[in-house]
């Protein structure tokens, strides 16, 4: 392997390392927040928490919608990554998959789940 390749497979590998870390991290995380809002339901499962006429209902359904919005985002984040994983595994990652080249390792390692060069990004 020449050098160019030899420091390509290089930035993979470590792309690849990040990519699982950042991958188990999320799961994690997201099972935390299942978890939260798992206690959140069975919390409000026996009250009879009217939120337009409770005082605490509008904050109980402001907690649950924010609660879901953020697990919605780390769900997109994580099926970003599950990508990301799959292009590492097929050969395809790090390329842009608009023009075909290379995408620069800083951007890389600032979002490993990049599918697109800065140029192509917009």
Not at 73 to 98: F, K, M, N, P, Q
């Amino acid at each position: 392997m020449s050098g160019p390749d030899r420091d390509r497979a290089g930035a993979v590998a470590e792309a690849a390392a990040l990519v699982a870390r950042q991958r188990a991290d999320l799961r994690e995380r997201l099972a935390g927040m299942d978890r939260d809002m798992e206690r959140m339901v069975a919390a409000s499962v026996d009250s009879n928490a009217d939120d337009e006429h409770d005082p605490e209902g509008q904050t109980i359904a402001y907690e649950r919608a924010q609660l879901a919005s953020l697990t919605a985002g780390l769900r997109e984040h994580l099926a970003e990554l599950d990508a990301a994983a799959s292009r590492i595994a097929d050969g395809t990652y790090g390329r842009c998959e608009v023009c075909g080249e290379p995408i620069a390792a800083g951007r890389l390692e600032a979002r490993p789940a990049a599918r697109t060069c800065v140029a192509h990004a917009r």
